[in-house]
């Protein structure tokens, strides 16, 4: 019903930036919201950063000032600039897509970012 195709993971050292984008296709009700989660070896999954189709946001303490996510609901695509990488933003970036009338979430196959140090 709803695919999520996730690009822009790579290795950056401290300091540098990358851009995640997803691509979603499918139900648009289940993209009335769409975030960012990460997951780093041993630790337990959290979002980073979330939007909704009128445009409010959501920032982790963590990245709030470094981080911003945005969508392009013509494209049905949402992005995260991530500015100023630190070694613990180190883990996989997901996707996902959520409606309140949606009877699941989505979720995307999830890309690695690593900073090094």
């Known amino acids: 019903q709803v695919q999520l195709v996730e690009s822009g993971g790579g290795l950056v050292q401290a300091g540098g930036s990358l851009r995640l984008s997803c691509a979603a296709s499918g139900d648009t009700i289940c993209m009335a919201a769409m975030g960012w989660y990460r997951q780093a070896p041993g630790k337990e999954r959290e979002l980073v950063a979330a939007?909704?189709?009128?445009?409010?946001?959501y920032y982790a303490d963590s990245v709030k000032g470094r981080f911003t996510i945005s969508r392009d609901n013509a494209k049905n695509t949402v992005y995260l600039q991530m500015n100023s990488l630190k070694p613990e933003d180190t883990a996989v970036y997901y996707c996902?897509?959520?409606?309140?009338?949606?009877?699941?979430?989505?979720w995307g196959q999830g890309t690695q970012v690593t900073v090094s140090s």
């Open positions: 996902k897509a959520a409606g309140a009338t949606c009877t699941y979430d989505y």
């Open positions: 939007i909704t189709s009128g445009g409010r946001t």
